[in-house]
C-alpha cells in the first residue's frame, strides 16, 4: 500500500436545517443513538460507517452530502488530486482529536472529501 491510497469511504456528512429533526430520522434509519450529539453537530457510527449531521451547512457551505475517502496521507492524496485536475475547495486541517479533513472539488464541481485519522 502507498502513502496515497485510500482506505474507502467511511464517513459522509450531511447538511441539515433542523438539527433535531434530522437526528430523529437518522436514528430511526440506522437503530442506533448518535455518538457525538452537540448543537453543531450529530455523529452516529453504525456497521463501520460514520454519518455526521451538520447544522445550517456549517462553515463548510455544504450545500449536499460529503462523502470522505479515508486516507493513510491526506497532503500526498491532496498532492494527487490537484496534479490529476482536482481545485482544492478546503485545505486540510485539524478538526480535533488528531482527525485531518480536506475537500476538493473534481471538474464537475463534486464535492469530494479527504479524511486523516493520526
Known amino acids: 500500500m502507498t502513502g496515497s491510497s485510500t482506505q474507502g469511504i467511511r464517513t459522509?456528512?450531511?447538511p441539515v436545517s433542523d438539527l433535531a429533526k434530522a437526528k430523529a430520522v437518522y436514528a430511526?434509519?440506522?437503530?442506533?443513538?448518535?455518538?457525538?450529539?452537540?448543537?453543531?453537530?450529530v455523529g452516529f457510527d453504525a456497521e463501520g460507517q460514520h454519518i455526521g449531521l451538520v447544522p445550517g451547512a456549517g462553515p463548510r457551505g455544504m450545500?449536499?452530502?460529503?462523502a470522505y475517502w479515508h486516507v493513510p496521507d491526506i497532503e500526498a492524496k491532496l498532492a494527487e488530486?490537484?496534479?490529476?485536475?482536482?481545485?482544492?475547495?478546503e485545505a486540510a486541517h485539524e478538526v480535533g482529536g488528531?482527525?485531518?479533513?480536506?475537500?476538493?472539488?473534481?471538474?464537475?464541481?463534486?464535492?469530494?472529501g479527504l479524511l486523516q485519522d493520526r
Open 98 to 112: 488528531g482527525r485531518l479533513v480536506a475537500t476538493v472539488t473534481d471538474p464537475d464541481g463534486n464535492v469530494l
Open 28 to 41: 430511526a434509519l440506522l437503530g442506533v443513538p448518535p455518538q457525538t450529539d452537540s448543537s453543531y453537530y
Open 63 to 66: 450545500t449536499s452530502p460529503v
Open 81 to 89: 488530486l490537484i496534479a490529476a485536475g482536482a481545485v482544492v475547495k
Open 12 to 14: 459522509v456528512l450531511h
